[in-house]
């Protein structure tokens, strides 16, 4: 579904992804691992447009998006879910749903509000709350929530766990996982190794910009030396 090959990417003069390759197939959750400032957020700008790729190229559903202009990587099919959340504080939950409507017309069962407070029943308790009134997990799961008001077949969740509190990641793992069985690839950037091992179907590990290593969680879980190497603390 979205290749990577041979991506750089600069910020001005800093050059912070070379020759980045790594693919994601129909119906996986592949998890981006490494220490922070490792390049995963990066990798995720650039697959998405926000940061343009100096080299190489990006391609989903065999269609070339380097260089093409966000909201159009957006309208192909990826939903991008940033780690800095960025909901709307000053309107309700329902209405943060409804600007993230997006409806292709290519005749695959659509997201309804209905359906994402099922899956978010947190967010159906809160949907006349404004966003401004909800805890950080709550405006997790809505930042969520909004982007697949956009029906993407594709997630890319940066940092999903990040400054939650325990009982609120088990839940988005939960989560993810319903997302997979509903037909969804996601792609996830993380450093909770434990968060990864509960969603992920394979990883890649990226330092200085650089993958460093790819294999299946299986594998991942039984090499001590490159948990050590590249995830420790």
């Not at 998006?65 to 309208?75: K, L, N, S, W």
Request: overall charge negative.
């Amino acid at each position: 579904m979205l290749e990577m090959d041979s991506v750089d990417a600069h910020y001005g003069r800093a050059h912070i992804l070379h020759a980045m390759s790594l693919k994601v197939d129909e119906g996986e959750v592949v998890a981006l691992l490494g220490r922070n400032g490792a390049g995963k957020s990066t990798t995720m700008k650039t697959i998405m447009g926000l940061v343009p790729a100096t080299a190489g190229r990006i391609r989903f559903r065999d269609r070339e998006i380097a260089g093409q202009a966000p909201h159009r990587i957006c309208r192909l099919g990826i939903g991008y879910v940033p780690e800095e959340r960025r909901i709307f504080t000053g309107i309700t939950v329902q209405e943060n749903l409804e600007v993230g409507r997006f409806e292709p017309d290519d005749g695959r069962k659509l997201w309804s509000v209905d359906d994402l407070f099922e899956v978010f029943p947190n967010l159906a308790e809160r949907r006349s709350n404004l966003g401004n009134q909800l805890s950080g997990g709550e405006q997790q799961m809505l930042t969520i929530a909004r982007t697949l008001m956009g029906n993407p077949l594709l997630v890319i969740l940066d940092e999903p766990s990040e400054g939650l509190a325990p009982v609120i990641v088990e839940q988005m793992a939960r989560t993810i996982l319903d997302f997979k069985k509903r037909g969804l690839t996601v792609l996830i950037s993380e450093q909770n190794l434990h968060f990864a091992r509960m969603v992920a179907d394979r990883a890649y590990i990226i330092e200085k910009g650089q993958v460093r290593y790819q294999g299946t969680m299986a594998e991942l879980e039984a090499d001590d030396t490159v948990r050590d190497t590249y995830l420790a603390v």
